[in-house]
């Protein structure tokens, strides 16, 4: 069974910057595309920013120039540095990961989720 589980995030003010990063723990598996997600109150979850195995990268327009998520596969982390931040940035940030199992499928997995909040 595989555990995500995230860490970083916080209080911070506009304009500054925050990292979330996640951690895969378990064996027997490899993972394929790592993304992060985010819910603000009363609305759906969204894609932040996606990463596939071999490193290619796709964000949400409005994180474009100022998000970068970037993986090491060795560690089966995943890091999400956050600059420029804004208000609107506000929201709980999942992690999510695609498992491999061997199973001719992945399997799809949800860290806890984080805060981070940005003050105006």
């Known amino acids: 069974q595989v555990q995500l589980v995230e860490s970083g995030g916080g209080l911070v003010q506009a304009g500054g910057s925050l990292s979330v990063s996640c951690a895969a723990s378990?064996?027997?598996?490899?993972?394929?595309?790592m993304g992060w997600y985010r819910q603000a109150p009363g609305k759906q979850r969204e894609l932040v920013a996606v990463i596939s195995s071999g490193g290619t990268t796709n964000y949400a327009d409005s994180v474009k120039g100022r998000f970068t998520i970037s993986r090491d596969n060795a560690k089966n982390t995943l890091l999400l540095q956050m600059n420029s931040l804004k208000p609107e940035d506000t929201a709980v940030y999942y992690c999510?990961?695609?498992?491999?199992?061997?199973?001719?499928?992945?399997?799809?997995?949800w860290g806890q989720g984080t805060q981070v909040t940005v003050s105006s």
């Open positions: 378990g064996s027997g598996f490899s993972i394929d595309a």
């Open positions: 999510n990961a695609d498992i491999d199992y061997g199973l001719g499928y992945p399997v799809d997995y």
